[in-house]
């Protein structure tokens, strides 16, 4: 457990509105990311964070925004939702332990726009 | 730019074969990192091994074996005497190194099934 939770963890929105979520850790990593996993595509990186005030767009950012304001809290945020933001959403943290250092995700975040 | 190619969307054996997913993956970095993470039908993600480009040692880890073949660009998944608890999606990924050491974000291929039956 690398002491990460996702806010919410399932949401239906309408097309349109705007939806923030929220990852947060308790082991004050560095890096954290955002990615989104679709059928047939596997996960795809949208932003990632190497630090406070500290981002960079991913692969599929279009979309999307992010800030951090601090260590422990990375929000992904859709200003306009639309269907094709239809996902679940992961939040992973870069992590050295036991002389692996790896990228641990959050359990998920499922999103339907409708 | 990086990609990952996991070519078996599907596959399907009877318990205890033994079953071996592949990876192929493309880079124009030096040094890089190769992964493989387990999703199992509860939707988590489960890491199993990270290996560094320079390493090309083979490793075993209980009925899991991997093998790195830099010259192929190969990093595939073995798994022994399958069991129905290995049922799920696997995926492979890739990362390249950042400037403090650690991992970029990762490329993920798009993930083989793998159904154990009993």
């Known amino acids: 457990d690398a002491g990460i939770t996702q806010s919410p963890r399932h949401k239906v929105t309408e097309t349109g509105t705007p939806v923030t979520l929220r990852c947060h850790q308790t082991?004050?990593?560095?890096?954290m990311y955002w990615y989104r996993q679709d059928p047939g595509h596997g996960l795809r990186l949208i932003h990632y964070?190497?630090?406070?005030?500290?981002?960079d767009k991913g692969e599929v950012s279009d979309g999307y925004s992010v800030s951090r304001s601090k260590t422990e809290d990375f929000l992904l945020t859709l200003e306009s939702a639309t269907s094709s933001q239809t996902s679940v959403y992961f939040c992973?943290?870069?992590?050295?332990?036991?002389?692996?250092?790896?990228?641990?995700f959050g359990p998920g975040t499922r999103l339907t726009v409708l | 730019a990086q990609k990952v190619t996991q070519a078996q969307t599907e596959i399907s054996v009877v318990e205890k074969e033994d079953v071996t997913l592949d990876c192929v993956y493309e880079t124009r970095d030096t040094t890089y990192y190769l992964f493989w993470y387990k999703q199992p039908p509860s939707g988590e993600l489960v890491f199993l091994i990270r290996?560094?480009?320079?390493?090309?040692q083979n490793e075993i880890s209980g009925r899991y074996s991997w093998n790195f073949q830099k010259s192929t660009s190969s990093f595939n998944f073995t798994i022994t005497a399958s069991q129905v608890v290995d049922s799920a999606v696997y995926f492979c990924a890739l990362s390249g190194v950042n400037s403090g050491g650690g991992a970029d974000g990762l490329t993920f291929g798009k993930g083989t099934h793998l159904i154990i039956q009993p």
């Open positions: 992973a943290i870069y992590s050295g332990r036991a002389n692996t250092d790896t990228q641990y």
């Open positions: 964070s190497y630090g406070v005030k500290d981002t």
């Open positions: 082991e004050n990593h560095r890096y």
């Open positions: 290996r560094n480009s320079f390493d090309e």
